[in-house]
């Protein structure tokens, strides 16, 4: 009812419900028992996620909206103005607002695999910029085979914020630029957001904040199976773990079991054992040097970085 109020939102809907199910299952099959990070995104979740965006401990949002802050005019004198800007995993799109003014887009395509937080968010904003264009799309962009349908014609800019990008392992990472190279449709580029390596305490602190919120966050993951995969987890049987693993580059999270017990998932029995644990997220951290030579073998080029005084975060523009 709300959208009817708003006239510069649309919303296309690409949700594929049916094959959560196998997807989740698949992994709690594995040796080592895994969730991909997009469950902890339930509507609960993206509202846990914001709060975590507003820690004293976790640096990223906050000093990399300092970076977009700081240099808005320079990231529009690099980008252009007049493109399509895509957003994929937009969530409450809060980073875009900091860039609007500047990069003065023609359009605005977030795209968020929580549909409802998803058309909340673009209602809000859509009623904040009256001369933006909001095409919201819901829809799982780990997952091939769809594409945006009603984009309007221009030179495209992917927007991807957050170090989202660090949530893939390197090699997948690569398959997700080549996605990207469909969403360009052969113009434009993409502004990106890199966590970047740093001592381990600050990283560790990031990922295990003293209001537990994180912890909910991850724990919350359980909640949202729950719904998708007709699962009966008990999160009290589940504590948070999260770790920087040095050797591999990497923040992992973890769900930890704490007595040996069975899950019903998807009408089959998942056992957990005492101290076995579900992987439900990496977050890999890179340098300005490692991240260039990784975008470099799908064929991009960094025209641009921008880096806040401590060296902590990193925003890049790129081009094929
Ligand atoms: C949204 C993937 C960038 O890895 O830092 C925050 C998610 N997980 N706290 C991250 C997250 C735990 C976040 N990203």
């Given at each position: ?118 058309l ?31 984009i ?26 080549e996605k ?10 993409v502004l ?5 390596h ?123």
């Amino acid at each position: 009812p709300a959208i009817m109020e708003i006239d510069n939102v649309n919303f296309e809907n690409h949700q594929p419900v049916y094959n959560d199910k196998k997807e989740i299952l698949e992994g709690f099959l594995r040796p080592q028992k895994m969730l991909n990070p997009k469950f902890f995104y339930d509507h609960h979740g993206s509202v846990l996620f914001e709060k975590i965006t507003q820690l004293p401990e976790y640096y990223p949002t906050r000093i990399e909206r300092k970076i977009l802050k700081d240099n808005a005019q320079s990231i529009a004198d690099h980008c252009g103005t007049e493109t399509i800007i895509m957003e994929p995993g937009s969530g409450s799109s809060e980073k875009v607002r900091i860039l609007l003014d500047s990069l003065r887009p023609r359009a605005y395509v977030p795209m968020d695999i929580a549909g409802d937080f998803l058309l909340e968010s673009a209602i809000k904003l859509g009623g904040q910029f009256p001369w933006l264009d909001i095409h919201a799309v819901c829809a799982d962009f780990s997952q091939p085979g769809w594409i945006p349908e009603k984009i309007p014609e221009g030179k495209r800019l992917v927007f991807y914020p957050g170090s989202t990008f660090g949530n893939m392992q390197p090699e997948d990472a690569l398959d997700f630029l080549e996605k990207l190279k469909i969403f360009l449709n052969g113009s434009g580029g993409v502004l990106i957001g890199i966590d970047l390596h740093k001592p381990e305490a600050l990283l560790n602190a990031a990922y295990n904040d003293r209001e537990g919120i994180t912890a909910q966050f991850n724990l919350n993951a359980l909640n949202n199976i729950n719904q998708l995969a007709e699962a009966d987890f008990d999160l009290a049987n589940f504590e948070h773990h999260a770790f920087y693993n040095s050797n591999e580059q990497r923040i992992e999270m973890h769900l930890v079991s704490q007595r040996d017990h069975s899950v019903s998932i998807d009408g089959e029995t998942i056992t957990f054992g005492k101290n076995e644990s579900i992987h439900t997220e990496s977050s890999y951290k890179y340098t300005v040097d490692s991240f260039s030579t990784l975008v470099a073998s799908a064929g991009f080029r960094v025209v641009n970085s921008w880096v806040d005084e401590e060296v902590l975060f990193s925003v890049h523009y790129l081009e094929l």
